[in-house]
Nanobody, 125 residues
Framework: QVHLVESGGGLVQAGGSLRLSCAAS????????LAWFRQAPGKEREFVAT????????YYADNVKGRFTISRDNAKNKVYLQMNSLNAEDTAVYYC??????????????????WGQGTQVTVSS
């Protein structure tokens, strides 16, 4: 069982930055691939970024590539999402997720089996 808690969301002006954190319980956190997704009102949950269990490989959605950076600290059981150059289209609830199946880096919600409760990010234009 893995329990995830996101933090770091808030209100930011367009062009600004935020850093999201996700704290995880579970002693085998370091063996799981992790991801960030987001969901805007009235829209489906959308892939943002994913990182391999070792941190050696990452993958981003095209609309955040070059602006967002995913990272992890296995010693602290945490995953981060650094978000720069934010715009109104980035407004959403952001979720971290764990894939405990030891498969490849997934980009759909069904690839992940543990989720946090989400943190709201609002970008004002």
């Amino acid at each position: 069982q893995v329990h995830l808690v996101e933090s770091g969301g808030g209100l930011v002006q367009a062009g600004g930055s935020l850093r999201l954190s996700c704290a995880a319980s579970g002693r085998i956190f370091s063996t799981y691939n992790l991801a960030w997704f987001r969901q805007a009102p009235g829209k489906e949950r959308e892939f943002v970024a994913t990182i391999r269990w070792s941190g050696s490989r990452t993958y981003y959605a095209d609309n955040v590539k070059g602006r967002f950076t995913i990272s992890r600290d296995n010693a602290k059981n945490k995953v981060y999402l650094q978000m720069n150059s934010l715009n109104a289209e980035d407004t959403a609830v952001y979720y971290c997720a764990v894939d405990s199946s030891y498969s490849g880096l997934g980009v759909t919600p069904t690839d992940y089996d543990y989720w946090g409760q989400g943190t709201q990010v609002t970008v004002s234009s």
